[in-house]
C-alpha cells in the first residue's frame, strides 16, 4: 500500500469519527456529555423503575445532580454511593444493592435472627437503652460497632457464629407451625409444652424471622422419651422416600417451579397448596402443587 492511498484511508476513517462525533453532539443537544454522568431516564432503566418513582429519587437529594445544556443529569460516582448503601432498590441487571451498608450494619431483623430472638425485643432493648440507630429509607438499622459494643456489655444473649439463613434453618430446624401441624395439636399447646411443660427442657428452640423453630435433633428426643404424642403412621410414611408418588420433596417441588426451596415453604405456609410431615420429612400433595405452580406461572408470565 502506498503513502497516498494510506493517507485517504486515514482522511476517511476522520470522517467517520468526525459524523460519529457530530451525531452524538445533536443528540446531546450540541453539548459534550461527561462520561461521569448520565441521563435520568438511564438511572430509570437501570433501577427499572417508573418516571414518578426517579424524580422522587432525584429531588430527594438522594445522590448529586448537574445540569448539562438545560437537562438535569444524575452522577454516577454519587449514585454508585447512594446505591451501595441502602437495600430498597435493585439494578434490574447488575450486582445487588447495599454492599456497603450491610457491611457496617444490620437491620433489627437481621441482628435478631444473629442473636435467635424476636426483633421486637431487641427493639425494645436498643429504646430502652438510648442505643444508637441510623435511619435508612424510613427504616431503623443498628450499626455494626454499636451492636458489638452493647454484645461486649451483657451476658443475657449468644450470637451465632454466622448470619443463618433460611435454607440453613430449615435443613435442622422445624418451624413450630409446622411442628405442631406434623403432631395435630394447636399451636398453642405446643407452645405452652416448650415454655412450661415437662418436656420444656428436652426442646431446643431458636426464633428466626421473628418465628419459633425447634431443632429436628430435640424434636426427636421428644418423640423417644414420651408416648403421648406421636407422629401419626401416614404422615411418618409419606417421608419415607421420593420413591411416594403421590407426593414431592420440597427440593423435588422447588425445582419443578423453578424457584429456591424457601419460596416452596413460604407458598405452602400460605396455604397454597397441602403438605404432611416438617422439615426434611416434610412431602408436599404433587396435584395440588402442579396445579397451583401451573395457574401461577399463567397469571405472572412464568416463575
Given at each position: 500500500?502506498?503513502?497516498?492511498?494510506?493517507?485517504?484511508?486515514?482522511?476517511?476513517?476522520?470522517?467517520?469519527?468526525?459524523?460519529?462525533?457530530?451525531?452524538?453532539n445533536?443528540?446531546?443537544?450540541?453539548?459534550?456529555?461527561?462520561?461521569?454522568?448520565?441521563?435520568?431516564?438511564?438511572?430509570?432503566?437501570?433501577?427499572?423503575?417508573?418516571?414518578?418513582?426517579?424524580?422522587?429519587?432525584?429531588?430527594?437529594?438522594?445522590?448529586?445532580?448537574?445540569?448539562?445544556?438545560?437537562?438535569?443529569?444524575?452522577?454516577?460516582e454519587?449514585?454508585?454511593?447512594?446505591?451501595?448503601?441502602?437495600?430498597?432498590?435493585?439494578?434490574?441487571?447488575?450486582?445487588?444493592?447495599?454492599?456497603?451498608?450491610?457491611?457496617?450494619?444490620?437491620s433489627?431483623?437481621?441482628?435478631?435472627?444473629?442473636?435467635?430472638?424476636?426483633?421486637?425485643?431487641?427493639?425494645?432493648?436498643?429504646?430502652?437503652?438510648?442505643?444508637k440507630?441510623?435511619?435508612?429509607?424510613?427504616?431503623?438499622?443498628?450499626?455494626?460497632?454499636?451492636?458489638?459494643?452493647?454484645?461486649?456489655?451483657?451476658?443475657?444473649?449468644?450470637k451465632?457464629?454466622?448470619?443463618?439463613?433460611?435454607?440453613?434453618?430449615?435443613?435442622e430446624?422445624?418451624?413450630?407451625?409446622?411442628?405442631?401441624?406434623?403432631l395435630?395439636?394447636?399451636?398453642?399447646?405446643?407452645?405452652?409444652?416448650?415454655?412450661?411443660?415437662?418436656?420444656?427442657?428436652?426442646?431446643?428452640?431458636?426464633?428466626?424471622?421473628?418465628?419459633?423453630?425447634?431443632?429436628?435433633?430435640?424434636?426427636?428426643?421428644?418423640?423417644?422419651?414420651?408416648?403421648?404424642?406421636?407422629?401419626?403412621?401416614?404422615?411418618?410414611?409419606?417421608g419415607?422416600?421420593?420413591?411416594?408418588?403421590?407426593?414431592?420433596?420440597?427440593?423435588?417441588?422447588?425445582?419443578?417451579?423453578?424457584?429456591?426451596?424457601?419460596?416452596?415453604?413460604?407458598?405452602?405456609?400460605?396455604?397454597?397448596?397441602?403438605?404432611?410431615?416438617?422439615?426434611?420429612?416434610?412431602?408436599?400433595?404433587?396435584?395440588?402443587?402442579?396445579?397451583?405452580?401451573?395457574?401461577?406461572?399463567c397469571?405472572?408470565?412464568?416463575?
Amino acid at each position: 500500500m502506498d503513502h497516498g492511498h494510506e493517507n485517504e484511508v486515514q482522511k476517511l476513517r476522520e470522517a467517520q469519527i468526525f459524523c460519529m462525533e457530530r451525531g452524538s453532539n445533536v443528540q446531546e443537544n450540541s453539548m459534550s456529555v461527561p462520561k461521569r454522568t448520565m441521563s435520568v431516564s438511564e438511572m430509570r432503566r437501570l433501577l427499572g423503575v417508573k418516571k414518578t418513582e426517579s424524580y422522587w429519587l432525584v429531588h430527594r437529594n438522594f445522590f448529586k445532580t448537574e445540569l448539562v445544556g438545560g437537562r438535569m443529569r444524575v452522577d454516577v460516582e454519587s449514585f454508585e454511593k447512594w446505591y451501595a448503601n441502602q437495600v430498597k432498590h435493585k439494578k434490574v441487571n447488575g450486582e445487588a444493592p447495599g454492599k456497603e451498608l450491610v457491611g457496617n450494619s444490620y437491620s433489627f431483623r437481621e441482628a435478631a435472627n444473629l442473636l435467635g430472638v424476636n426483633s421486637s425485643n431487641l427493639y425494645e432493648i436498643w429504646k430502652k437503652n438510648g442505643l444508637k440507630t441510623i435511619l435508612v429509607d424510613f427504616v431503623m438499622r443498628i450499626p455494626m460497632e454499636e451492636f458489638e459494643q452493647w454484645y461486649g456489655q451483657q451476658s443475657v444473649y449468644r450470637k451465632a457464629e454466622k448470619m443463618p439463613t433460611l435454607e440453613e434453618m430449615e435443613s435442622e430446624y422445624i418451624e413450630l407451625q409446622e411442628t405442631a401441624a406434623l403432631l395435630e395439636i394447636p399451636k398453642a399447646e405446643l407452645n405452652r409444652m416448650i415454655a412450661a411443660g415437662a418436656y420444656k427442657d428436652i426442646f431446643e428452640v431458636r426464633t428466626f424471622d421473628d418465628k419459633k423453630w425447634i431443632s429436628q435433633k430435640s424434636f426427636q428426643r421428644f418423640l423417644n422419651v414420651q408416648s403421648v404424642y406421636r407422629v401419626p403412621k401416614r404422615t411418618a410414611a409419606a417421608g419415607k422416600g421420593l420413591e411416594t408418588r403421590n407426593y414431592l420433596s420440597r427440593q423435588e417441588a422447588a425445582e419443578l417451579a423453578g424457584v429456591a426451596p424457601s419460596t416452596v415453604t413460604k407458598w405452602l405456609q400460605a396455604g397454597k397448596f397441602s403438605g404432611i410431615g416438617a422439615g426434611k420429612v416434610l412431602r408436599i400433595h404433587r396435584e395440588e402443587f402442579l396445579q397451583w405452580v401451573g395457574s401461577y406461572q399463567c397469571r405472572e408470565g412464568g416463575v
